[in-house]
């Protein structure tokens, strides 16, 4: 049905790099979501109401609930998708992962109640009834929320939304809930147990667990993630397809929203080139990635000496030096200022998140080794965190 009616509704359907597209997709979803939730809702009330089940009518307000998670879903990609202004020159399409938080908020508050409610349930248990429409009902609810799972999932990852991939994994916490919800309902008639209570208990603990988990993958995002490994390595490629640029480092991807990305990052190139040359070539990389990845690109150049042995060799020497300290650390911007009495040698090294050595200490010992190597030499070295 979603391949139908985005055929019918979204113009340039394939084309998921445009943020208008990406628009289009995330209001069909949510309007869809929005009409199937009612109906569940509607069955399951009805059901609840016939067989005096806790379970059925919380899961069946649990469909309610999903249906103003759509309601918020639907409104923050229209949101998101307005232009930017004087007061949001990036853009507005971060409040997709704020209209996420505020779902996973709402999800968090209805487990609660269910749980609320299951205690009561508990303590005290009331006589279900049963009738082949309600086992009917819970059926088709859980087919549909299946169903949901699917195109929600589908959708998600061909449009890059960490809402619409919460969505799913709420569709699907909801399939399996209503399935507990059914095995009670059929223990309760064929043998007796009144296991409602503390079906309602785990349901509502499900529920709450789908809600932390949601809100954790919409924080992440406004916080600011490490950006995707795949993405950085097109980036990687773009940049170093051209024949004048001999490395990058520094790269750091700045997210304001799906199809809102801006990146920087230094380009090495040879320090004896022509530098209107190479700033032509550098506003080339620039307009490719743009027109290539959806993304703002600054890039800054880093002149290196080329062809000279003895800064080669130094280089080389000190990638020893960090090799022996750690396999995990890095170095870029090398080159060498040669005096009469002494000559430094300057670099960056590069250390992960998860390396322990503070960075005085670290910058001593590499000094250290360098020194006791050569007495002339001595290094300049600033530590940079491996961003990505």
Same mark, same amino acid.
């Given at each position: ?45 009805? !059901?609840?109401? =016939? %067989?005096? #089940? +806790? &379970? ?7 469909? /309610?609930?999903?249906?103003? @998670? ?98 799913? !994994?709420?569709? =699907? %916490?909801? #399939? +399996? &809930? ?7 309902? /059929?223990?309760?008639?064929? @043998? ?197």
């Amino acid at each position: 049905m979603i391949a139908l009616l985005s055929r019918l509704f979204i113009k340039d359907a394939s084309n998921v790099q445009q943020p208008s597209v990406r628009q289009a997709y995330g209001v069909l979803c949510g309007a869809v979501g929005i009409f199937l939730n009612l109906c569940l809702f509607a069955g399951k009330f009805i !059901a609840g109401a =016939l %067989s005096n #089940s +806790i &379970a059925i009518t919380a899961d069946a307000f649990n469909n /309610l609930s999903d249906a103003g @998670s759509s309601i918020i879903t639907l409104i923050g990609f229209r949101m998101a998708g307005q232009k930017p202004d004087p007061d949001h020159p990036f853009g507005h399409g971060r409040i997709e992962y704020i209209s996420g938080l505020l779902v996973s908020i709402l999800i968090i508050l209805m487990g609660f109640e269910l749980l609320k409610s299951s205690f009561t349930k508990i303590i005290h248990p009331e006589e279900l009834a049963f009738s082949p429409v309600i086992i009917v009902i819970l059926t088709v609810s859980i087919l549909v929320k299946c169903y949901m799972y699917l195109y929600n999932r589908r959708i998600g990852k061909k449009i890059n939304s960490a809402a619409m991939s919460a969505t799913a !994994a709420d569709s =699907l %916490s909801d #399939s +399996i &809930a209503t399935a507990v919800v059914l095995v009670s309902t /059929l223990t309760a008639h064929f @043998s007796g147990l009144a296991i409602d209570g503390w079906c309602g208990l785990a349901v509502g603990l499900f529920i709450c667990y789908s809600g932390f988990n949601a809100a954790k993958d919409t924080i992440s995002p406004l916080l600011g993630q490490a950006p995707d490994k795949e993405f950085v390595q097109q980036v990687n490629d773009i940049v170093m397809a051209h024949e004048g640029i001999l490395g990058i480092h520094d790269l750091i991807v700045h997210n304001y929203g799906p199809g809102r990305v801006l990146i920087s990052l230094h380009a090495e190139v040879p320090a004896d080139g022509n530098i209107l040359t190479l700033h032509d070539m550098i506003d080339t990389v620039e307009h490719e990635l743009r027109s290539t990845l959806s993304c703002h690109a600054v890039i800054h150049m880093d002149p290196i000496c080329v062809n000279d042995e003895e800064t080669e060799r130094l280089k080389e020497l000190v990638k020893g030096y960090l090799w022996e300290i750690s396999a995990a650390l890095t170095m870029h911007d090398f080159r060498i200022v040669t005096g009469p009495t002494h000559t430094n040698l300057i670099f960056d090294v590069v250390t992960p998140y998860d390396f322990t050595m503070p960075d005085e200490d670290l910058i001593k010992l590499i000094n250290d080794k360098i020194h006791a190597g050569n007495s002339r030499y001595f290094a300049v070295i600033d530590v940079d965190k491996q961003l990505v």
